[in-house]
């Protein structure tokens, strides 16, 4: 189960804090277990069910998110230089645990790949992701970043690194017709 996942999320490798990354893909592990998900379940399903029609996979979400984390991390530090601090483990291991909640917000469905899942109704991912990082023991900064990348985070003081990844998750989820 673990090395199909990293075959298919290779982003877990820019994590470079063993313990972080190990943790991190350890909540992944977890959350599969607990909704009954197979690593190549997660190919079959769109991001979101809140979008008609969406054929963009919940795997094409959070790897296009994740990359767009780096991408903007990357471009900032070499640009502003020394005037800017972003802790990059803490981005990279926030933009993949932000949705893992998914996992239990949805279970899977034999026709539609996926869909609400009982637990769904009483929380919406961004809790199901914190509660999966809680018990994996990942640092506030990270659980802070799932906690407040969706609507649920708005009017809460977000720390520069979930500014960016609560940018690039809007940028994926508006740009495929997703509203909010
Ligand atoms: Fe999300």
């Not at 998900?37 to 991001?47: N, V």
């Not at 809140?50 to 790897?63: K, N």
């Not at 990359?67 to 903007?72: D, F, G, I, T």
């Not at 991912?125 to 023991?137: D, E, N």
């Amino acid at each position: 189960m673990k090395d199909r996942l990293l075959e298919l999320i290779p982003e877990f490798a820019e994590i470079k804090d063993d313990t972080l990354r190990e943790n991190t893909i350890g909540a992944w592990l977890d959350a599969m277990d607990r909704g009954g998900w197979t690593p190549d379940d997660l190919e079959k399903f769109p991001f979101s069910l809140l979008i008609e029609g969406l054929d963009i996979s919940f795997l094409e979400h959070i790897r296009a998110c994740a990359k767009m984390s780096a991408a903007v991390h990357d471009l900032l530090i070499d640009h502003y230089g020394g005037k800017l601090t972003l802790n990059r483990d803490f981005l990279m291991a926030g933009s993949l645990i932000a949705d893992v909640g998914k996992l239990l917000e949805y279970s899977p469905d034999a026709d539609k790949g996926a869909k609400k899942a009982e637990h769904g109704n009483y929380l919406r991912h961004p809790f199901s992701s914190v509660g999966l990082g809680w018990a994996r023991k990942l640092p506030d900064e990270v659980l802070h970043i799932a906690a407040v990348h969706s609507k649920e985070g708005a009017g809460f003081r977000r720390s520069p690194e979930a500014i960016i990844f609560h940018h690039a998750d809007f940028i994926d989820f508006q740009i495929f017709g997703g509203g909010y």
